[in-house]
């Protein structure tokens, strides 16, 4: 399927039909720039973020895992510079009041009537709250714009349970919220979200060759997840658009229908968040080497990755339309360590026998991978289904079961079908999902 003829009303609407994500809120008439998993999005979600904890945490040995409050004390964000300076250009028009992103503007003018914009402000994006019964300036919270902050204030608790030696890194999964101005896109820029994201403690002088290290990590981890390379470009930002603190970042962008737009980020932080956090906490956030008997403060990479954008990223990636015998099949083609479902049990009609038969099947096969149970509708129409939600593997169940003992087991892809015996069935998927 050509990139061109994808576009996003068909990823949001095959996300809605199948379960896989709902707009937040929606029977109120929805909450813009939020979004609510449903049953497959959860588990195609829980597949994302299992892999990348046991890629990046579990089978590494220098990756602590974390998973820190989102409230945090408000020095915190006085210290990292989000109170003063986490904010977009906003603008508001002066005839309806709406309010929009200064530099999404075309010609200062109000995009839904025409009117005249009023002179730029800055914004802060982070959603502001209270922190029990008083409301007052020692109460005021926030919900975290980013989970990395949550790593740098624990990076003194994790030396001193785990003394870990240098390079190491602290990894953590978790929500974040943005007050956008103006969400957009789907799942790609929502006030609510999750990230995937490492703190890589280097010792200065390496950084060159732990960056490249880690470029090579991210190219590793967009292979593992399957979407394609020719979609992936990496952008070097050059260095006048650099943040003040940041020596090199690499963007990763990805082709999605509405445009190539960011990914994933790498960015060599410097010593910046722990020095500012010492400042700020009067707590010295340093590593102390014992071969040489020196304490310094280490310089960090980041590697910052989205939840919700890789979940969208690889709808979009998968989606496929085939024509088969004169009629379109829409097909997720998922890697299967992603698929939300990795086998479907579909006995052929409701008849008890058969049905008595395919459960056990059930019973026996869930207990090793998640499985999904469907009786309702014709054989065509359950493949379809299962097609467009990824599941690798159908198992159908027909009335010659009864008698020979087998089973028909059809592939996703080249929908290619094969007959085995049903004592067969765990050491097929064994072999399949090894
Ligand atoms: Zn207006």
Redesign the pocket.
């Known amino acids: 399927m050509k990139k061109n003829d994808l576009n996003m009303d068909k990823i949001i609407s095959l996300a809605k039909r199948r379960g896989f994500v709902y707009q937040g809120s929606e029977i109120y008439g929805g909450l813009a720039g939020t979004w609510d998993y449903g049953p497959l999005g959860v588990e195609l979600k829980n597949n994302i973020k299992g892999l990348w904890w046991s890629r990046f945490v579990r089978n590494r040995g220098d990756i602590y895992g974390l998973d820190a409050a989102i409230l945090m004390n408000q020095e915190v964000w006085k210290a990292s510079g989000h109170v003063n300076g986490f904010s977009d250009p906003l603008v508001e028009?002066k005839?309806?009041k709406?309010r929009f992103r200064a530099d999404q503007l075309e010609k200062n003018k109000?995009s839904?009537?025409?009117?005249e914009v009023g002179e730029e402000r800055q914004f802060n994006m982070m959603f502001k709250t209270n922190i029990g019964a008083n409301e007052d300036s020692s109460s005021i919270s926030y919900l975290r714009p980013e989970t990395a902050q949550g790593i740098f204030v624990n990076f003194k608790n994790i030396i001193d349970s785990f003394h870990p030696q240098i390079p190491f890194g602290i990894a953590q999964i978790g929500k974040a919220f943005r007050n956008e101005i103006a969400p957009r896109d789907f799942l790609f820029r929502a006030r609510e979200f999750e990230q995937m994201e490492i703190e890589y403690f280097i010792n200065e002088k390496n950084w060159k060759k732990h960056f490249e290290e880690w470029i090579k990590e991210m190219r590793e981890w967009i292979e593992e997840i399957g979407l394609n390379k020719k979609n992936i470009h990496e952008y070097e930002t050059p260095k006048e658009k650099l943040a003040h603190y940041s020596k090199r970042t690499v963007d990763f962008e990805y082709d999605f229908p509405f445009g190539k737009s960011e990914l994933y980020g790498l960015a060599y932080r410097t010593d910046f968040d722990l020095k500012s956090h010492t400042t700020g906490s009067n707590v010295p956030l340093e590593y102390y080497d014992q071969e040489k008997n020196e304490k310094f403060t280490p310089h960090v990479i980041e590697p910052s990755l989205g939840v919700d954008r890789t979940f969208l990223a690889i709808l979009c990636d998968s989606y496929t339309e085939e024509e088969v015998n004169g009629e379109t099949r829409v097909v997720l083609k998922i890697k299967s360590s992603l698929a939300p479902f990795k086998i479907a049990i579909l006995p052929l009609s409701k008849k008890e026998d058969l049905q008595k038969i395919s459960k056990k099947i059930l019973t026996e096969l869930k207990t090793k991978w998640a499985c999904i149970y469907d009786e309702t509708q014709s054989i065509g129409k359950r493949y379809r289904r299962q097609d467009e939600i990824g599941t690798p593997y159908c198992v159908t169940i027909d009335f010659e079961s009864l008698n020979d003992k087998m089973v028909t087991i059809r592939e996703r892809d080249s929908m290619k079908q094969d007959r085995i015996a049903i004592t067969e069935l765990k050491k097929y998927f064994e072999k399949k999902y090894e």
Request: hydrophobic share 0%; net charge positive; aromatic share 0%.
């Open positions: 028009c005839k309806c709406k109000c839904d009537c025409g009117g």
